[in-house]
């Protein structure tokens, strides 16, 4: 491509550390960086031919992390910090405007996030350990925030309509989390706190359906949502 910038660095005592950058698009900047000692690392970052002014930031003060991510269309963002150790992150962006934050400050974590469409943010924060989320998004407006503070526990999330809005706090351990919601402004909370061994699964299709789950101090419930009308 065109006019497009790329950094990989390497700070004091880092070593091992493999960096693949791929910039086929015009006027994008893509940012590899591996501090305070981080080694073992892998980072893989590809701007595809339709990209225009995207951002790329992958940082690592750990090790044995990995990162890959895939942008391709306009002024897209996305970024991963990793600090804790063996952790995975995947960002896909196709479309316009969109942001994707990963932040792994535990050990063990993986994170794959995938959007598609105009001006989605989606987010993933990693505080525990050995913890699994999978988010996607297709459409407009759409958000998406997942925080997993304990240990073990698993997120999924798929939005498919316009201005969907899903957030999940896990702040157990091996509790389950399944979102899936494809109509219009749809809106799903669901809060684990001091919990262990719950799973809650909420599915809604229709126009402004609206879920909240919130389980405190217990252990092995199960919960079931399913709204199809309005």
Do not use: C, K
Not at 10 to 25: A, C, H, L, P, R
Not at 62 to 79: C, H, L, P, R, S
Not at 82 to 110: C, F, M
Not at 203 to 222: E, K
């Amino acid at each position: 491509g065109d006019d497009n910038a790329a950094v990989s660095w390497n700070g004091f005592d880092s070593d091992d550390n493999v960096v693949s950058i791929t910039q086929m698009g015009e006027f994008s900047l893509a940012i590899s960086a591996n501090v305070l000692g981080a080694s073992d690392n892998e980072a893989t970052i590809t701007q595809g031919p339709n990209t225009v002014g995207n951002l790329a930031l992958a940082v690592s003060a750990g090790d044995f992390n990995e990162t890959e991510i895939y942008q391709d269309g306009f002024v897209n963002a996305a970024a991963s910090l990793q600090v804790g150790d063996e952790n995975e992150a995947g960002i896909t962006q196709l479309g316009a405007l969109n942001l994707g934050w990963v932040d792994q400050s535990g050990d063990g974590n993986a994170a794959a996030l995938g959007q598609l469409g105009v001006a989605n943010f989606n987010s993933v924060v990693q505080n525990g350990d050995d913890n699994l989320a999978t988010v996607g998004q297709a459409g407009l407006a759409n958000y998406a925030f997942t925080r997993q503070s304990g240990d073990m526990n698993f997120a999924l999330v798929g939005q498919v309509g316009v201005g969907n809005d899903s957030q999940i706090r896990q702040n157990g351990d091996m509790d389950s989390a399944a979102v899936l919601q494809v109509g219009t402004g749809n809106t799903s909370d669901i809060i684990f706190m001091m919990s262990a061994g719950n799973s809650v699964n909420v599915a809604q299709f229709g126009t402004g359906n609206t879920s909240s789950v919130s389980i405190s101090n217990g252990n092995g419930n199960l919960v079931n949502v399913f709204q199809a009308g309005n």
